[in-house]
């Protein structure tokens, strides 16, 4: 059962889903698919990991989009933090507004400006050879500007946060 999860969850990422129509769909509901495919790789590096949310939320984007990018930020965290004495991945939710905030927080102690600037540039990457191809953040923000919404790195918190601002969907109006 938990192997075809995962390899229903790579067979939806790999997909092509360009044409994939802008949806209203629960964000625990997402996070929680999308944890299948970095849950054994959290546990192998022993590294905790918690959602906070305090209400559901439904929000409108491309799903399959929105879970590569949350499935893209967790590996870099994982990759940033894996030699860490602390270590520690959160993904917190909260609405503001008419707008849903993901952050992406992880136990590292944040990036160097110099790099900060750089980061969503196509093939910028802090990675070794081989490991990375400095598209992931690009391609991220890209994705989520499509969605109308806002993807960036936020230098004012003490430890290492990505932020996805999404407009919310409202439940009523929901078709996925």
Do not use: H
């Not at 598209?135 to 290492?160: H, Q, R, V, W």
């Amino acid at each position: 059962y938990r192997i075809s999860n995962i390899v229903n969850g790579l067979r939806k990422l790999s997909r092509d889903n360009t044409k994939d129509p802008i949806e209203i769909f629960s964000i625990k509901k997402l996070i929680e698919e999308s944890q299948e495919l970095f849950t054994q790789k959290i546990k192998n590096k022993e590294i905790a990991f918690e959602l906070q949310m305090e209400n559901e939320y439904f929000i409108k984007a491309k799903s399959l989009q929105l879970s590569q990018v949350i499935v893209n930020l967790i590996n870099n965290s994982i990759d940033a933090i894996e030699e860490l004495n602390e270590k520690w991945i959160k993904v917190k939710v909260e609405q503001k507004a008419d707008t849903c905030i993901i952050q992406v927080v992880d136990s590292g102690m944040g990036i160097p400006k110099e790099i900060a600037s750089k980061l969503m540039t196509p093939f910028y990457t802090t990675k070794g050879p081989g490991k990375g191809t400095g598209l992931g953040l690009s391609l991220s923000k890209k994705m989520i500007e499509e969605a109308k919404g806002k993807f960036y790195y936020d230098d004012s918190k003490p430890n290492t946060t990505f932020c996805i601002e999404l407009p919310i969907g409202k439940q009523e109006d929901k078709v996925a």
